[in-house]
Structure formats: C-alpha cells, structure tokens
C-alpha cells in the first residue's frame, strides 16, 4: 500500500518535525491495504511473512512539548443532553501528569511484498463497536481487521464496524472512507439503538472517518488492517501488541488523526526485528505539526 497518505514534500516536511526514521521506500505499507504483485499470467503472487514464533511489543507514546489545549467543542452548548458527556476537543487527549497521548493507532508493517498469514486461533471480535451515549462517538478511534491472508489468497474475516446509540436522543451516522472505495453511508439511529453495522473494505487506503450529520461536531476514526498485530493508545498513552511474528524484518508504523500516518523514531529504529518470546519497548514522542 502506497496510497494511503501523500507522502511526497508534505510527508519529508512531517518528518523533520517528528522525526521519522526512515524513508517511504524503505517500510513496507501492506499493513493496510491489500499486496497485489502480479506474477507472470497475471495471477496474484503473495508471499507469507516467515516466524518462528511470537514476541510482544508494548510503550508508552507521550507528548514532546506543551500539549495543545482540547478545549469545549464550539456550538455543543446549544444542546443541553450533549453537555452531560464529553464536551472538549478530542484530536489531542494527553494525560496532564505524563503526557500520555491516548488515540495513537501502533502497529506492524511485515517485510515489503510479504504478508501476515491469519493466525490459527482468533482472537479477534466479530465486531467493533463504536457507541455515542451522549454526542461524542466512544471510542473515539478503533481498529478494524476485515480481511487476512490465509496463506494463498485474502479472505474476509466477518469483522464489522458496529455503530450504536446509547444516548436519548437521536443520532446520525454518516461513515466515509475514499470515494472509490467506501464512499459515504449510512442513516438516523433512534434513541438506545442497537446501531448498524459496516462492512469496510480493506483495501481503501485511508482512515474511515465517522461523522452524525445532526451533532456536526461529532467525529471518530476506524482504520482497516490485514492483520491483527496494532493497538491504540489508552488515556495514558499506553500500548501492548502481542503475538506478533518473531524472526522477520517488521517496520513499526503509527497513525493520529492530526499527523496522518507516520514512522515513529523507537529505541533501535523504526525497523526491528523480533526475538521469540521477548517484549520490545516501542515506546516515542509526538507533538503537533
């Protein structure tokens, strides 16, 4: 995948302010999207990423700076149901105390043109569920596993994005990824409503925006993996991925709604590789472009 964010002059500017690691030629980007390399006769060549056992990878990603202030959201006083739940600014969440920044997307990218096999148990939900008891969607950002590589070709998982309505009053869902591939859908959800469920293709290749066209305010995030090795960060900035493939050459990527997708410095590169068994820390610092 190549095409999830444009990572030409704006992507090497991002990089001097969070400090990248390592080019886009070098990191693989088949964590998000579908590897299709032709093979002679145009059939799909995909190539199994080789373990030789599992490794967990944990940290902490924590502000460099002064964190930006959240803020109250603009216009949410105008509906007195939505001021008795969460009312501020949701892109930076940090931890006044440590500095943990929550709602960072940590995850493994395998050796470019190869790919994660679905591992044998799962240990994945059939849904993601995304409620909004008040006017804010929580969580607000998730990860989704739709689709994996069995080992010879993609096949879907059966995971969905499930969107609920704890709240009393009305809410809209609008859910929108690029226009080619998941272009905008969905519908009203009525008070305590069950939610509606969305079936996200893998290969859009960038995050899934959520939005209720009635509280314009509310937005939330769901960003498409082929394989179930990524974390998002807790209110204390704090990540564990575990089982993840020992042996190969992996890449550690990470997403925030206001950097987009970037390769965050960690103790020893952006580019490890896993001993079967141990635990790396991955932990980094972010701040504001």
Request: charge should be neutral.
């Amino acid at each position: 995948m190549t095409g999830f964010w444009k990572i030409a002059l704006p992507a090497l500017a991002f990089c001097f302010a969070v400090g990248c690691g390592s080019s886009s030629d070098d990191i693989s980007d088949e964590g998000l999207v579908k590897t299709s390399g032709t093979a002679s006769g145009g059939e799909v060549k995909l190539e199994e990423v080789k373990s030789d056992g599992t490794a967990t990878i944990t940290g902490t990603v924590t502000y460099d700076g002064t964190p930006p202030e959240m803020g109250v959201i603009p216009g949410i006083n105008a509906v007195a149901y939505c001021m008795q739940g969460e009312i501020h600014n949701q892109t930076w969440v940090v931890d006044p105390a440590s500095k943990g920044v929550a709602n960072v997307v940590v995850w493994v990218n395998p050796p470019k043109g190869q790919l994660f096999k679905k591992p044998e148990q799962k240990t994945w939900p059939d849904a993601v569920e995304v409620d909004q008891p008040f006017c804010a969607f929580v969580p607000h950002v998730v990860i989704l596993y739709p689709t994996a590589f069995n080992g010879t070709k993609m096949e879907e998982t059966g995971q969905v994005l499930r969107v609920k309505n704890g709240a009393s009053i009305a809410h809209n869902i609008r859910v929108t990824g690029s226009p080619q591939k998941n272009p905008a859908r969905g519908g009203t959800l009525t008070p305590k409503s069950q939610g509606q469920d969305f079936n996200l293709r893998l290969e859009d290749k960038q995050e899934v925006s959520l939005n209720c066209d009635i509280h314009k305010w509310m937005t939330g995030y769901a960003i498409t993996l082929d394989h179930p090795y990524a974390a998002v960060t807790d209110k204390d900035g704090k990540f564990t991925i575990k089982n993840v493939p020992a042996g190969a050459d992996i890449a550690i990527m990470s997403w925030h709604e206001a950097l987009k997708k970037f390769s965050p410095e960690v103790a020893g590169g952006t580019k490890v590789k896993l001993t079967k068994g141990e635990t790396k820390d991955a932990s980094f610092k972010i701040h504001a472009k």
